[in-house]
């Protein structure tokens, strides 16, 4: 890595200064297989973090973990006529195995529905046996010419919900709760707020009937597509012949649901809090959440700071802080204050001979409030008893930053495809609009200015309005956000 | 499944009991796709707390995770001769992707060395980056004919460790760490006693210098390998050119170490302490370690004892132990005593009308020590600040239970092959002799016997004695342990 190169700016060119920070903070590099990525420990860690914290709430609502095949049938993913659509293009083929070529090709899982499926109606028969909720954690791979580090890479980590009910509405409050759970967790986790609501029917999952969606604005005013929660009806049950019999005794198709996030969600971590020096990971996040530097010269200087250093750890941690010394001895004080900022740890402490004498120490925070001094020279104990609370504030303080950024970005108002077009081509970011649900406005808008309906925002999750007036003439029926996307 | 038939008893056909019991227990199922397994909630459950116990002894000796890609090109598998020796036959292979042919075949992962060791490559330069050490949590595949739930089959999940180090002995000491962290999690988690050694040249693993291994006394008296470690030498870091520059710089290359513990404990869980009721789940494992059945016969006795088995839940939890009430109305309590056994939970309560109006509950064990009581009558504030000591017990009980039965079947001062032959054909088990370390005399025991050669017990880890003669005639040289194995 290129470390002494300085960093690209984001203004010069946002999606340059992404591959650098991301291989430079060391969440991830490249593999030697085209598309597949390896993610680093710092970049793992931060993934771990999301998947127990999400597990969580996965298990608090009812959910259990599974694991199904990693290899498919092909003809499985042939018999829903939109999943097999969707997703041919981008399979990798097993043909041979064992030594020997295969009867029936195997695809690697690009998502689970027509394995999971095909289990469930082995294991269902009556209504006492829904609703089922079972969860995966695994590995899925699709496909990919343009990759990018968690934005885009053939092999990817996610989790899968399905979820199988005894009725349609079943169904509907499951997709919803999930999107609540999906929002409350990309919010008070990752510090990245998001528009929550419905895709329109081009851009929903292949299978469901319908998808409803978290989108998050990058701080290129590019939307990300955060997560999704999908309504399958009865498309896969019809195929899968997962039926049930009902308490009044009739055979029927069970209703079913599933809902995924991915590594792609360290990707927007990334590029909603990162800035010009590096990344910077929320605190619930970041597997180390204070670094303590030791500053020295002399040997005789070393040990008195070194020790206290280790006390001051002990003293973190037995306060709930994720807190480690860096006392490597062959870099100084500098090349680590700038090695832990590129990383993105919230905090770091120094500790130098004179600030042993006086019992107190540096704490300088990543990034501080507008206006808030940076360094702080705090007490010993004060620094202490106090990380805490400034942990907390500090993830409070990225999300509202986010937000703002966002409200900044936001358009409301745009009454034209040729206005949407200016917004987009000028300060950019998220444009509402009215819409009549007409899929040619959905197509002329993306023709005319390369930007796709993220969403039509729900009010049950924030603030909307109907516009009277549809953005491509003629009367709206809803409200429709557009952005530019990845 | 058919689970109003009587279950095979393990005396009649061990192999016909493990495999319905692995599918009453709802542990795991069949899949649709040959070889591979569904791991239904149950054993996943199991699975999750193996997981997260090795992942804190991983991270309390040093070890961060990462994630590394699911594909290998086919000419790094090539690279290192015994190891595509060992692997070759057992690949699956992606031929096409994103609707083309692949210029190189790639490979999905068998074990990671090939992949990881051309990444370290890149990431290590100096003796400044050494040590190494980092975990995978991952699926891998290995082609299989005949496959068994848990025990062989061509997809499972496992931990792979893989670590580099700037000397011999470091990684030889790294090795031996591992190993000890293997044991005493079997011991202290799984209840499954060990006998802790190196394996010979023949059984080591494809690429290794040397191959360390845990082997466990399954009840049929056959060996279960239930993880090794591995002290690769140079041999991986020569094909990979991971080289570094050491301390007095010289250009040197790394000496490598992986390791790994698989899904197949949780068969190795199952063999060791069902019986022919069901499964017994050791209670640090039991993703469910207290089921409470309400009792009731009228409307009105119900919301009575519903209520009191909720408040037990309640008070149990805040003991920290891990509790559901089974209040579903469509099973009468029988059917639910036998369910919960069959899953091997360890205890449970059980409170009916009477009990209530005395206070008490009957808390029941799924199996206790010979001569005890199975069913308490205890007031209810007793049987909850009993339970964690319970629970504890009956942990310990099985591994002492587990322990007595491999001594008893353990075989000391055998002095030839025909003697070896006839106590495997009778009483089997464990056989120890002595051997002058001569692969002939191990080709023949495997041969007249059907027995291989499990490991050169390791006296760091249990008491060995190396007897004069060896089994095979001549002097003997070290002590080896012989079995039938999975």
Redesign the interface.
């Known amino acids: 890595m290129a470390d002494d190169k300085a960093l690209t700016r984001r203004e010069d060119d946002f999606s340059a200064w992404y591959n650098e920070v991301v291989q430079r903070a060391e969440l991830a590099?490249h593999?030697?297989?085209r598309g597949?990525?390896?993610?680093?420990?710092w970049g793992?860690?931060i993934?771990?973090r999301m998947q127990r914290a999400l597990d969580d709430m996965f298990k608090a609502t009812g959910h259990?973990?599974?694991?199904?095949?990693?290899?498919?049938?092909m003809s499985?993913i042939e018999r829903e006529k939109e999943h097999v659509k969707g997703f041919?293009?981008?399979?990798?083929?097993?043909?041979?195995?064992?030594?020997k070529e295969l009867e029936e090709?195997?695809v690697?899982r690009p998502t689970s529905e027509t394995?999971i499926y095909?289990?469930y109606a082995?294991?269902i028969q009556s209504y006492?046996d829904l609703p089922l909720k079972?969860n995966q954690w695994?590995?899925v791979?699709r496909?990919?010419?343009r990759t990018r580090l968690f934005l885009r890479t053939?092999?990817f980590?996610w989790q899968e919900g399905h979820t199988a009910h005894a009725t349609d509405q079943e169904a509907q409050e499951e997709t919803r709760e999930m999107l609540g759970v999906y929002r409350t967790f990309m919010e008070d986790w990752i510090a990245m707020p998001v528009v929550t609501g419905l895709k329109s029917e081009s851009e929903k999952f292949a299978g469901a009937v319908r998808t409803y969606t978290c989108e998050a604005m990058m701080q290129d005013r590019r939307a990300l597509q955060a997560g999704t929660t999908h309504h399958l009806g009865q498309n896969f049950s019809r195929q899968f012949d997962l039926t049930f019999q009902s308490e009044e005794g009739v055979e029927e198709y069970a209703w079913n649901t599933s809902w995924g996030v991915s590594t792609r969600l360290v990707g927007g971590m990334v590029m909603t809090h990162g800035d010009d020096t590096g990344i910077i990971v929320p605190p619930r996040l970041a597997p180390t959440q204070v670094v303590i530097v030791p500053i020295y010269r002399k040997d005789s200087e070393r040990t008195g700071v070194v020790e206290k250093a280790a006390q001051m750890r002990d003293r973190l941690a037995a306060e709930g802080v994720r807190v480690r010394v860096d006392d490597?001895d062959?870099l100084n004080p500098g090349a680590k204050f700038w090695e832990w900022e590129r990383k993105g740890v919230p905090f770091r402490i120094e500790i130098g001979p004179r600030d042993l004498a006086k019992e107190q120490v540096v704490v300088v925070g990543r990034v501080t409030a507008e206006g808030a001094d940076r360094k702080a020279f705090l007490p010993e104990a004060q620094a202490v008893v106090e990380m805490p609370q400034r942990l907390e504030e500090f993830q409070l303080q990225l999300l509202e930053t986010a937000r703002a950024r966002r409200e900044a970005h936001s358009h409301r108002g745009v009454q034209s495809i040729d206005e949407l077009k200016e917004v987009l081509e000028g300060p950019g970011g998220f444009v509402y609009t009215g819409w009549s649900g007409d899929p040619e406005v959905e197509d002329r808008v993306k023709a005319e200015t390369g930007a796709t309906l993220r969403c039509i925002p729900d009010p049950d999750f924030q603030s909307t309005e109907v516009p009277d007036r549809c953005v491509g003439g003629g009367e709206a029926r809803m409200e429709a956000m557009w952005a530019k996307a990845y």
Chains 1, 2 share one sequence.
């Open positions: 590099d593999s030697p297989v597949s990525m390896v993610i680093r420990p793992y860690g993934w771990e259990e973990n599974a694991y199904f095949p990693l290899l498919i049938p499985f041919k293009p981008e399979l990798a083929v097993v043909t041979h195995a064992g030594g090709p195997l690697i394995i095909s289990m082995k294991w006492r079972l695994a590995n791979m496909w990919e010419l053939s092999e980590l490597r062959h």
